[in-house]
């Protein structure tokens, strides 16, 4: 009898096949030549034998129920077949879960359909004077709202009202602080929001997080937030980019945020809402190009073959690209043939998670400005520490 599945011989099951039909059963089959190793041999050669014929999963493969079942937004990760004594098929279980594309799609025409009756957002007055070749870039990544830290783990403090606070002294300073720009992007990164759902889990692998409060409440600061932001960043440059980047914690409610921005201001001709569905983003300005992923789908070292690829118009029409991304909350900058990338910190405290894990790293947030000839003329650093 064959013991793995490199010795399997399909003549070698054909034969045990018919005889077992002649003995009605394996045990007889067994007792009758001795030749077959045991009864459990016997059946899976049985099995395999049927199936080959089509006969166990019908012509397709599967069963005609289980094709039945992996309708759309659902496709088919595994199939359960249950047998009796006889090698007969009794039952089966199709398992389905939903397929990522579909989900996505799903997520966003729900949110198209919500944003339909959400009020524009009143047009505010444009600055006096920008400078043209300038571009300030200001990155917030991992700001993880909703989190819950304690000191005594972590080192710092967490909760809705610290990030809120924080972020908004933050990002006023940095308005404030850097060159008057005529493009302002508002970068923020991904994982923006700490979980996903009414469950404070990550929404690939469920593991469980230390959360504040309650979803909606979660929801209702995190764009409120979001919001007094954009309208900060409107106040001081002409033309303001929107990135709401997909992050691991948030991949859901990145889509609704996209969608939700671009209805908030459609009657803001100086606001433009990046709103591509692919986790991956570019913007060019003048001679440089910046590209743009939170890190979770693809490392750092793979990222510039893949912009240079997916890009590749705007990587051609331009001399320098500079690259940014977040994930991992701790700062790298790398050096690639064509493009310098950034991995960014955060400004957000460390979890039980981090601080358990031994993982630690300074926390600030970066205001870059870039000239449409030069590249990357200055920085503007905040750190926590600067506002408290």
Known sequence: MPRNQHEIDPAQDAEIYAAYVEAGNSARALSRTGRYGSKTGILSAVRRHKQSQGEAYGAGGIGQGAERDGHAPYIIKGVSTYF??????????????????????????????????????????????????????????????????????????????????????????????????????????????????????????????????????????????????????????????????????????????????????????????????????????????????????????????????????MWGNTKMAYGHSGHYHHEVIKEFSGIKWMQHPTLAARDAYAARGGYHAERAAYAITYHAKYGQVSTLTVKPEMFE
């Open 84 to 313: 009796d004594a006889d090698g007969n098929q009794r039952a089966q279980w199709v398992k389905t879960r939903l397929d990522d594309e579909q989900r996505q799609e799903a997520i966003r025409a729900a949110a198209e359909a919500l944003a339909e009756n959400i009020p524009p957002a009143e047009p505010v007055t444009p600055p006096a004077a920008t400078l043209a070749d300038l571009l300030n870039l200001y990155v917030f990544t991992d700001y993880h709202v909703g989190m819950l830290a304690w000191h005594r783990e972590g080192g710092q403090d967490w909760d809705l009202a610290i990030a809120e606070k924080l972020i908004t002294n933050a990002y006023r300073h940095m308005i404030d602080n850097a060159p008057a720009a005529k493009v302002g992007i508002v970068c923020q990164l991904g994982d923006w929001f700490h979980y996903d759902s009414f469950k404070p889990l990550t929404p690939a692998s469920g593991h469980l997080l230390d959360a504040d409060s309650r979803f909606p409440k979660m929801i209702e600061a995190g764009v409120r937030i979001l919001r007094r932001i954009v309208g900060m960043a409107l106040e001081r440059h002409e033309q303001v980019i929107v990135l709401h980047a997909e992050g691991n914690h948030d991949e859901a409610s990145s889509v609704w945020l996209r969608v939700m921005f671009k209805a908030l201001f459609e009657n803001e001709p100086r606001v433009t809402v990046e709103d591509s569905p692919l986790p991956f983003y570019a913007y060019q300005h003048g001679n440089v190009m910046l590209a743009f992923h939170h890190g979770h789908k693809v490392r750092m070292d793979g990222l510039p073959a893949l912009f240079a690829s997916q890009f590749r118009e």
